[in-house]
């Protein structure tokens, strides 16, 4: 279950990742509201009953591993025309920084069991230190943005957010959904998912933060596969951060794999700001 909690640091990472992106502008008002919490109560599964809808749960799910992916290559092309025209960025940002940036190359390798790495390239030097330091900025803004949502789509797509089966776990059945509930050390993890296995909600929660996200699957030949989610970090007693993602998939050597990402995130100070990028040169090795 080191997966589910997780979720804490994809959520701090996207929101950090906004942050900086915004660092050189203002956005507009937004009133976040964290999400509501379910109070239903059920009957407990015995041991038996709950290791089998563990199982059947595991299976249910696309899974990259079992599908033979051992790497996966790609760049990852940012829509920065798009980003920018969000931002009331000044001359410097809308002339010599963004053509810096477009002709950055973010690099990514996924490894055998989901995790990624990000590097990036590019041709073009800044003409000064202030537009160098902007667009380090930038860049190691977009870098953790696109690294928090590979992440949160790796843990949907490798290791399956469930515990293992003969794991310390509880699960009531609610008659149209499953809660499962565990504990690692102060930190406590739910997970809701309907009777066919989707999850609906994963979060985890202790006296210092909170997170969760809700994604949306959909079904594939090979099993459920994550198309977006929505996400909320809460640190202490500050105001939630809110982090949304859209992934487009398609097939690459007979294995579904994302070609598109669509990031937007909200921050407690009201920022807003959506990222589009497009996936090519993707590659693949398989077993």
Known sequence: MQ???RIVFLCSLAALGSSLLFSQAKAPEFQSTPPSTTTTSGSFLTTLERRTVIQQARRSYYNLKSEGLLEFHFQVVPDWDSMYKQ?????????????????????????PNGASTISHQSDVAPPSENVANRVRTSISGMEQMITGVLQTWSTFSYA????????????????????????????????????????????????????????????????????????????????????????QNSEVDGILLPESLSMTTTLPTGRVLTVQATLTDRKLKKR
């Open 87 to 111: 931002l009331p960025v000044d001359a410097v940002g809308r002339e010599e920084l963004l053509l810096i940036l477009k002709n950055v190359r973010f690099l990514v390798i996924v490894g």
């Open 3 to 5: 997966a589910v909690r």
């Open 160 to 247: 399956i957010p469930f515990p293992e089966a003969d794991s310390d776990y509880q699960i009531e059945d609610l008659g149209t959904k499953y809660r499962l509930t565990s504990k690692e050390g102060p930190v406590d993890i739910r997970i809701s998912m309907t009777r066919d296995f989707a999850i609906e909600e994963l979060g985890v929660g202790s006296s210092e933060f909170s997170g969760n996200i809700h994604p949306k699957l959909a079904p594939t030949k090979g099993g459920l596969i994550m198309t977006s989610y929505d996400a909320m970090y809460k640190s202490g007693s500050g105001a939630p951060a809110q982090v949304s993602a859209t992934i």
